[in-house]
């Protein structure tokens, strides 16, 4: 069986989560013309209704030209997507969920199709997708300026709708992530500069705008990761030290929680502790972090667009690890793309039922 320390609940500043399993954000491009289908509601729903304990959506595009690069990943601004919104959010509260939209612009990062553009220049800190590699319009302070006002739009938006909470992407070499990357954030103004904590007064001052926008006892959560989809190997803060200083300035601006990305969550952070990303999130911040890094499955995501069938994972370390207090929360993935029903099996001890995870599941919204 199970161990119970997964179900447990937890109060998310206010928010009462009925257990500590958190639907981890997934791209699917199933919303034609930016618009969330029926389907994408169902697929949300499926999930509320077997016990995930707070849905985090797919990356949603705030309102800037080229905040996203596919045109059916869904947006976040207009009268025709915030209603198809709506309808999500309905959806999952009439299966007795809790979800979040998670805000997204993905910045100098090229489109997936050669025959479809963003309708404008893609947005980065100075012309950069990665380091020497000149991609992307650096922006004005005019511009920035508008970015920062899309998320807080954004944010406004979601509460209006009835979303519980919201989440920021500033992992994964995103336009939040890029302006964090010394790499690539080559800056000589308010938002660049050698120091981390430096580099951070954009994502800062997003929270700030999005706190403003939502009052105080909205729970605003921002993802972050060391590693780029650009460059597994970056790392933005090499000591504990450096890693106070750039989470420290988030948590700071008004950020309630820390997703804390990484490839594969058993792995420590630094030397000299076992704690992973999350672990010492919390540890140097105080707040509540959420882990999330191939969670019940044998490979990790980087192996599975190769091809690479992975098998259910044991997760005695992972509640090893959540027992002890090294992080609150835990983000499932492919797991749950695969298996709508992964929550119910893990608590219940259906072990044998687990589904290995197949790419062919990002096919269809099951």
Not at 145 to 152: L, P, Q, V
Not at 331 to 350: H, I, M, N, S, Y
């Amino acid at each position: 069986m199970a161990s119970d320390v997964l179900f447990q609940p937890f109060d998310l500043k206010g928010l009462k989560l009925p257990n500590r399993i958190v639907m981890a954000p997934m791209t699917r491009s199933f919303s034609p013309g930016g618009v969330a289908t029926q389907d994408v509601a169902a697929y949300y729903a499926r999930r509320a209704k077997n016990q995930v304990g707070l849905i985090v959506t797919e990356g949603t595009g705030v309102d800037r030209p080229a905040s996203l690069n596919d045109p059916d990943i869904p947006r976040f601004h207009g009268e025709a997507e915030l209603a198809a919104w709506k309808r999500v959010v309905d959806a999952v509260h009439a299966e007795g969920g809790l979800i979040a939209p998670q805000l997204w612009h993905v910045g100098a990062v090229r489109a997936r199709s050669e025959t479809w553009q963003p309708p404008g220049p893609y947005d980065s800190p100075s012309g950069y997708s990665s380091p020497g590699k000149q991609f992307g319009q650096p922006m004005s302070a005019e511009e920035v300026a508008d970015a920062i006002r899309a998320f807080a739009d954004a944010a406004r938006a979601a509460k209006d709708l009835g979303f519980d909470a919201i989440e920021l992407h500033g992992a994964h070499g995103y336009l939040i992530d890029q302006f964090f990357w010394d790499g690539v954030n080559l800056r000589e103004d308010a938002y660049g500069g050698k120091d981390i904590a430096g580099r951070a007064r954009f994502a800062a001052d997003i929270i700030r705008a999005v706190r403003k926008a939502v009052g105080p006892g909205y729970p605003i959560i921002i993802r972050v990761s060391q590693w780029k989809q650009q460059d597994f190997a970056a790392r933005l803060a090499e000591t504990p030290e450096k890693l106070e200083s750039w989470l420290g300035a988030l948590v700071d601006a008004g950020a309630d929680v820390l997703h804390c990305s990484q490839r594969r969550f058993w792995e420590p952070e630094f030397e000299g502790s076992d704690l992973n990303f999350a672990g010492w999130a919390k540890k140097i911040t105080g707040v509540p972090t959420i882990t999330v890094g191939s969670v019940g499955l044998t490979g990790e995501f980087v192996a599975s667009w190769g091809g690479e069938q992975s098998q259910p994972a044991s997760l005695d370390r992972l509640e090893e690890m959540l027992e002890r207090g090294d992080f609150d929360l835990v983000a499932v993935g492919r797991a749950l793309l695969q298996d709508p029903e992964w929550a119910v099996k893990v608590r219940e001890g259906r072990q044998s039922e687990l589904m290995a995870y197949d790419r062919a599941a990002l096919a269809t919204l099951s």
